[in-house]
């Protein structure tokens, strides 16, 4: 069997597809369960989070497993195929272990450095046991990813490279500013009771805001989480839970709102928004214009004529205008042309260019007739103003929406008053964001731990066929010695003993340096080939070796269902 990933983050991928994608709880659930199902597979895990959507799986065959885990995702995230397969990666064996162990440090995070992931894998291993779609391979795999990244946040100085999605979009909501001057005495919203949610609660409790109001559908989680700010030792903060209705009715209150709810279509709408900061200020919410200029192309005209120092009737009944060669300026005296070009910009066009040739000349001249006969006018050639755009009022309402998919219209751009950071234009700051220089570091980390575990895995992997031997070995020395009972009867049971002791330690000693070695060798790159020379030397029953393979996998689960029972996972 072999480890394979299929899956679509922020780097693959447009946020309009991850919205799409977005799979919900039962989805998630319903996925795992037909991949584990599907011939390929055996194992299964997915990590889904607002920017990325992973399938892991333990399978027989590369490219059945990756067309197998295609299809599935795109049946259940209900994007089609064809239009989801351009934004899917892949990645196989040690290169799918060196990716997960990069994400758990958050080196492929939007924001580099972020340990909120780590919480993500953890969730996503503790779905896999309970459902039981992982074993020996995954739950090894997430359990090591876990380590992986907990050592890179303690090892080097990553956190400093990037911080949660939280952190990041108040410091974009913020604009220069630092958080806790901006969020110090503001009424904060947050909608949704989730891990994210509560961690934006909980950050925004810590930045010095003077209220948090938490509304969800389930008012049990809203009212806790409350409990849990109010009571908290870090933070005087006064937080309530309110109900989903009585959204509209805080947003008149807010200075800022943060949305992350599992619902499949907008919680705020523009509108809503609109009536809400109405409702704050008293005035209608202004909204801003951004329909884009008409493109000008070729020679098409510009400016106006006022101010213009020709009259270009009076020329052309002066001087019997013509636009057919240089007949079209030779009337106009020198002090007209200067001024003329004074106005248009101060000559932006180099009539001096010795490199026109007649030929180019003549088709620009052929131009200048049709626009002349078309306008009217000589066509200005006057660079274009630049565009005041009419400054945008200080934000009433900060709105950040971490949902995928989305919470809130992204429509809400446009209103005056409203500022609005979402995952989209988190990506896309996030894009400029300076990496750590223990980013180096945290990679060696990575490194190091894809090849411990490579190492581990394939130890692992010719384990069964040693305990085989081993079992072999001491069922050859029961019937030998129950043979010699046979044919010397009468030996005591201090003979007997002693003859046993020896012959068992014969075995060992000719087998202890071979079966060490064999594991050495098959830790090393390249020793996956180990058991079966082994299997084929020693003429073992392959089903014995499957046998012991069960058996481990079986203590396995007893030992991760025991500990998830204590509460350690």
């Excluded at 008012?219 to 005087?236: C, V």
């Excluded at 002066?318 to 003329?340: I, N, P, Y």
């Excluded at 005591?492 to 060798?521: M, S, Y």
């Excluded at 082994?534 to 203590?555: G, I």
């Amino acid at each position: 069997m072999s480890l394979l990933v299929v899956g679509l983050s922020h780097r693959s991928a447009p946020v309009s597809v991850l919205e799409r994608a977005t799979l919900n709880a039962d989805a998630q659930i319903k996925l795992l369960q037909d991949t584990v199902a599907a011939e390929p597979a055996a194992e299964a895990a997915l990590l889904a989070t607002c920017n990325r959507i992973e399938l892991y799986a333990d399978v027989d065959k590369f490219h059945a497993g990756v067309a197998e885990l295609s299809t599935l995702l795109a049946q259940h995230s209900g994007v089609g195929l064809e239009e989801l397969t351009p934004y899917l990666y892949v990645h196989y064996e040690d290169r799918a272990v060196h990716h997960l162990f990069s994400v758990a440090c958050g080196l492929d995070s939007m924001v580099v450095g972020e340990g909120q992931v780590l919480g993500q894998i953890k969730d996503a291993l503790a779905t896999a046991q309970e459902l039981h779609t992982a074993g020996r391979l995954l739950n090894d795999l997430f359990q090591q990813a876990l380590r992986t990244g907990k050592r890179a946040h303690s090892e080097t100085g990553i956190d400093r490279a990037g911080q949660s999605l939280v952190t990041f979009g108040l410091e974009q909501l913020s604009a220069g500013t630092a958080v806790e001057a901006w969020a110090k005495g503001k009424r904060a919203l947050v909608i949704g009771a989730g891990s994210m949610s509560s961690l934006a609660a909980a950050t925004l409790a810590r930045a010095g805001v003077a209220e948090v109001v938490i509304a969800n559908r389930t008012p049990d989680r809203a009212e806790r989480l409350a409990q849990i700010l109010t009571e908290g030792d870090d933070t005087d903060v006064l937080a309530r839970a309110v109900p989903m209705d009585a959204v509209p009715a805080e947003l008149t209150r807010a200075d800022v709102a943060v949305s992350c709810t599992g619902a499949t279509g907008l919680v705020l709408t523009a509108e809503a928004l609109a009536a809400a900061v109405e409702g704050r200020t008293g005035t209608p919410v202004a909204v801003r214009d951004e329909t884009p200029a008409p493109a000008a192309g070729g020679l098409a005209l510009a400016g106006t004529d006022e101010g213009c120092p020709l009259d270009l009737s009076a020329v052309q009944g002066a001087t019997g205008f013509s636009v057919m060669g240089e007949a079209a300026v030779a009337g106009m005296d020198a002090a007209t042309l200067e001024q003329h070009a004074a106005w248009v910009d101060r000559g932006t066009v180099d009539r001096r260019d010795s490199r026109r040739t007649p030929e180019v000349e003549a088709e620009l001249i052929t131009a200048l007739a049709a626009t002349v006969a078309a306008g009217g006018r000589l066509p200005e050639r006057r660079r274009p103003e630049p565009v005041v755009e009419a400054p945008r009022p200080a934000p009433v309402l900060a709105l950040l929406d971490l949902a995928m998919p989305r919470d809130i219209d992204a429509a809400v751009h446009r209103l005056l008053g409203v500022r609005l950071v979402d995952i989209e234009s988190l990506a896309e700051a996030s894009a400029d964001a300076p990496m750590a220089a223990d980013v180096d570091l945290v990679r060696r980390i990575v490194a190091d731990e894809v090849a411990a575990f490579g190492a581990a895995q394939r130890a692992a992997h010719i384990t069964p066929t040693v305990v085989a031997l081993r079992t072999m070995a001491a069922d050859v020395v029961a019937n030998e010695i129950a043979r010699l009972d046979g044919r010397l009867p009468g030996l005591d049971e201090k003979q007997r003993g002693e003859i046993t002791q020896t012959v068992r330690r014969v075995v060992d000693k000719l087998l202890h340096a071979p079966t060490v070695r064999v594991k050495q060798l098959a830790a090393e790159p390249g020793g996956a080939g180990y058991a079966d020379a082994l299997r084929t030397l020693f003429d073992l029953d392959p089903e014995t070796v499957a046998a012991v393979s069960r058996a481990d996998d079986r203590d396995t689960s007893d030992s991760t269902e025991n500990a998830k029972n204590r509460g350690r996972e």
